[in-house]
């Protein structure tokens, strides 16, 4: 099983820039990354990336977030810049592991942009 434990989220105005952090713990992981969900709408895949380095993103959020990863502290992060009020929701991280590709979510960090 693999533990995630996310931070990072808050209020930030609009055109501003936050930054997520989730730390994962266990071993074979194959993929990280974040969905979102604001109110009244279905969770959304926000990015992604797997354990060689690639990338894959919403294109809501192209050119304006960035994914990384952190092999050494087991942590991915979540660049969030130009932020829009519509990026308003609550962002969950998840990790892909072991050899049937298991799925564990992190709790969910809040993040409101908004003057």
């Known amino acids: 099983q693999v533990q995630l434990v996310e931070s990072g989220g808050g209020l930030v105005q609009p055109g501003g820039s936050l930054r997520l952090s989730c730390a994962a713990s266990?071993?074979?992981?194959?993929?990280m990354g974040w969905y979102r969900q604001a109110p009244g709408a279905e969770r959304e895949l926000v990015a992604f990336?797997?354990?060689?380095?690639?990338?894959n993103y919403a294109d809501s959020v192209k050119g304006r977030f960035t994914i990384s990863r952190d092999h050494a502290k087991n942590t991915v992060y979540l660049q969030m810049d130009s932020l829009k009020p519509e990026d308003t929701a609550v962002y969950y991280c998840?990790?892909?592991?072991?050899?049937?590709?298991?799925?564990?979510w992190g709790q969910g960090t809040q993040v409101t942009v908004s003057s």
């Open positions: 990336i797997t354990s060689g380095g690639s990338t």
């Open positions: 998840y990790a892909r592991f072991g050899r049937y590709n298991m799925r564990s």
């Open positions: 266990g071993s074979s992981i194959n993929a």
